[in-house]
């Protein structure tokens, strides 16, 4: 299944979850005690920003969301008209992903209202985070709901469905790659998807026994929190600092995205500065006060540690191997960060044919000049 197959369902897999949104919203609503966990759910907790764990979440929480830093917002774009609005497609979804996530705590709250007040406690006392919420604190409270089973099976099911919509772009990511690194697989485009689906439920299978909550812990606390912020703070200053800014300003304005005065200045204030200090000066904030990985009361040993890191360490060992292959191939100093001929953007370059692994330029290359991975050949 390519882009426009997995396009067409995702219509379904994205907005069925809203149907089941509202439908809990609703019955939530009308429990009693809902208006205390509602009450719970708007008022804020300022205390809580002093701790560094909140902000690695928040920012893990955006990230993949949104699915930055991932490779599977790059490998859909890629397939986009040269002259698609994606500024517009970036602001549209940023909003939807704000009000989406406020609408769900409005129905995960009235919920969790009912149950405090079934049992008798605090709201305070029910919640909680990660996939306990999801799997264990939430399915109690639906338990004490009228016709338990009917809420039980339409909340699930809404769980597999956003677990099915967000497996998209992540599985067409390794898909796309696949292929153009191989280009027999673009005729047989099954078989990659099958091979990554297939790689994909065979490594998830430990997660699937007794211990697979505290792998799963394992992989969520060193891969959701500094790494990926690592990998955001480098794609910010890639393009912002050694492509440059003003450059990938004048690209979006070839595609018909042309920005007045004040529009250029803040992306430029945000691409250059505030997102790589931003993330910069969290990752910094979780590493300060960073503790080892925990499952409710256990505290996992050194060595589960030493395992974590060595994960998180896997997804961004790219960034010094690439900079090392850069070394190799002659780049010294200020070269190394100076982008090439070849950093420029399709409509001006590159031809829409594929050869190989790499998009091809309209000439072919000439010895002593840049190659179409900006090497010098």
Request: hydrophobic share 50%; proline share 5%; charged share 10%.
């Amino acid at each position: 299944m390519g882009v426009q197959s997995a396009g067409k369902v995702v219509y379904f897999t994205a907005l069925f979850p809203y149907v089941m949104l509202t439908a809990l919203l609703i019955r939530g609503v009308t429990l009693e005690g809902a208006g205390t966990g509602i009450s719970f759910y708007l008022t804020p907790d300022w205390g809580t920003l002093l701790e560094a764990r909140v902000w690695g979440d928040a920012a893990s929480q955006i990230f993949y969301s949104f699915g930055v830093a991932c490779g599977s917002l790059v490998t859909l774009a890629s397939y986009n008209n040269y002259t698609n609005n994606s500024h517009f497609d970036a602001i549209f979804v940023s909003f939807a992903n704000f009000a989406t996530s406020v609408y769900a705590g409005f129905a995960i709250f009235s919920v969790l209202g009912f149950q405090a007040l079934q049992m008798g406690v605090s709201v305070d006392d029910v919640t909680a985070s990660g996939p306990g919420l999801a799997f264990v604190v939430y399915p109690e409270a639906l338990l004490q709901m009228p016709v338990p089973t009917l809420w039980s099976i339409l909340f699930f099911f809404m769980l597999f469905i956003l677990g099915l919509g967000s497996q998209f772009a992540g599985v067409e990511c390794v898909n796309t790659a696949i292929a153009d690194r191989w280009p027999v697989f673009r005729k047989r485009y099954w078989m990659a998807t099958a091979i990554t689906c297939t790689a994909g439920f065979v490594l998830g299978l430990p997660m699937c026994f007794s211990g697979g909550v505290y792998l799963f812990t394992l992989f969520d606390w060193n891969t959701a929190s500094w790494a990926i912020l690592i990998v955001g703070a480098a794609e910010a200053i890639a393009v912002s600092w050694a492509y440059g800014v003003d450059r990938a300003l004048e690209d979006l304005a070839t595609m018909g995205m042309a920005h007045g005065r004040l529009v250029r200045w803040y992306w430029k204030s945000v691409w250059t500065v505030f997102m790589p200090i931003g993330g910069l000066g969290v990752l910094v904030f979780v590493l300060i006060e960073w503790t080892p990985p925990a499952y409710e009361d256990y505290i996992f040993p050194a060595f589960a540690d030493a395992i974590g890191w060595i994960i998180g360490g896997s997804t961004i060992i790219l960034l010094p191997v690439g900079l090392a292959w850069a070394w190799y191939h002659g780049y010294r100093g200020k070269s190394l960060f100076t982008p090439t001929p070849a950093w420029k953007s399709a409509q001006k370059l590159l031809s829409a044919e594929r050869s190989g692994s790499v998009i091809t330029m309209d000439a072919p290359a000439q010895p002593g000049e840049y190659d179409n991975m900006g090497y010098i050949m």
